[in-house]
C-alpha cells in the first residue's frame, strides 16, 4: 500500500468522491491535514468514509494571526485530534511579516500540546527549519514529520540526527534540490505524500488538480533516485510509517489496518 502522509482533502470539492475512490482502489493510507477549525471538521467527516483516512488537526502557519489569541478556545479540537498537523512556520511565502510572532505563538502552542498529550506532529516549516528543530528539542517531540523539506543541507542533517521523518512529494519531478535530499534521507526516516490537491497546480502554475493517485508517480521517481524498485519503497515507506505510529493507544486501528494491508501484500 502507498502512504500519503500529508494531503488537504477537504479542498477536493467536487472530485472528493473519486479522491476517496482513488484512494480505496489504490490503497492509499492518507494523513488528511487540517489548515484550520472548519478545515478540521470537514475532514472529520470525510475521514468517516474511509479507514484509509486520519483526519488530524492543526493551524497552518497562513492562518495563525487569526488564531494566536484563540488558544484555549481550540484546545479540545487538539486534544480530539489523534495527531497534530499541519502546523509550523513560513516566513518565506507568507511574506507579512507582522504575522511572524503570532505563526511562533501557535506553533509553539501546538508543539507544546504534542509533548504533553504524546502526539505525532507534521510540520511545514519554510525558512523557519531552525527554529522549529530547536522546539522539537526544547519539548523533546521525537515523533516529527517534515513535510516537503527544501530547507538548508545543515539542518536537514541535524534533523536526520534527531529522528525526524521526511517526506518526499510531487516537487521531486522538478527539483534538483529536491532530488538532492531525496537521496540523503536514511531509509528509516523516509515518508512520501503528495500535498495535494493544490501541489501540482502551484509548482506548475497551471489549474491541474492534483489527485490522490500522484503518488505512485512520486514513488517511482524516489525509487529510481535511491536506485531501488518502486515496490521496494512501498515496502520500506510503509514500514517507517508504521513504526511512527506503533503503540499509540490513539492510532490503533490505523496500525491495524497497517498490519492488516502488509499481510495482504505479503499474500
Ligand atoms: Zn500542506
Not at 501557535?106 to 507544546?112: C, D, K, R
Not at 492534483?210 to 524516489?222: L, T
Not at 491495524?256 to 502488509?262: G, I, P, Q, R, V
Request: hydrophobic fraction near 40%; charge should be negative; aromatic fraction near 8%.
Amino acid at each position: 500500500m502507498f502512504i500519503d502522509a500529508h494531503v488537504h482533502l477537504d479542498k477536493y470539492g467536487d472530485l472528493l468522491d473519486e479522491a476517496l475512490r482513488q484512494i480505496e482502489t489504490e490503497r492509499i493510507f492518507t494523513v488528511a491535514t487540517a489548515m484550520d477549525v472548519p478545515s478540521y471538521l470537514e475532514l472529520q467527516t470525510i475521514g468517516a468514509r474511509s479507514e484509509l483516512v486520519l483526519p488530524t488537526f492543526g493551524i497552518h502557519p497562513r492562518r495563525a494571526a487569526e488564531y494566536a489569541d484563540r488558544l484555549p478556545e481550540i484546545s479540545r479540537y487538539v486534544e480530539m485530534s489523534p495527531a497534530i498537523g499541519e502546523i509550523g512556520l513560513d516566513f518565506h511565502w507568507v511574506k507579512d511579516a507582522s504575522t511572524y510572532p503570532a505563526q511562533r505563538k501557535v506553533l509553539e502552542f501546538f508543539i507544546a500540546a504534542a509533548a504533553e498529550q504524546n502526539k505525532f506532529v507534521n510540520l511545514h516549516t519554510k525558512a523557519g527549519e531552525k527554529e522549529i528543530l530547536d522546539l522539537l528539542e526544547k519539548y523533546d517531540v521525537r515523533r516529527a514529520i517534515i513535510h516537503w523539506y527544501s530547507g538548508p543541507l545543515d539542518i536537514l542533517h541535524a534533523m536526520i540526527d534527531f529522528g525526524c521523518y521526511f517526506t518526499i512529494g510531487v516537487e521531486v519531478h522538478y527539483s534538483d534540490h529536491i532530488r538532492a535530499i531525496t537521496k540523503l534521507i536514511p531509509d528509516h526516516l523516509l515518508l512520501t505524500e503528495t500535498d495535494n490537491p493544490g501541489a501540482l497546480k502551484w509548482l506548475r502554475k497551471n489549474d491541474e488538480v492534483g489527485m490522490p493517485a500522484a503518488i505512485k508517480n512520486v514513488v517511482q521517481s524516489v525509487a529510481e533516485l535511491r536506485q531501488s524498485t518502486p515496490e521496494k519503497i512501498d515496502a520500506l515507506v510503509q514500514a517507517n510509517f508504521a513504526r511512527l505510529i506503533a503503540e499509540d493507544p490513539k492510532l490503533l486501528s490505523f496500525s491495524n489496518t497497517l498490519a492488516h494491508e502488509s499481510g495482504r501484500g505479503q499474500g
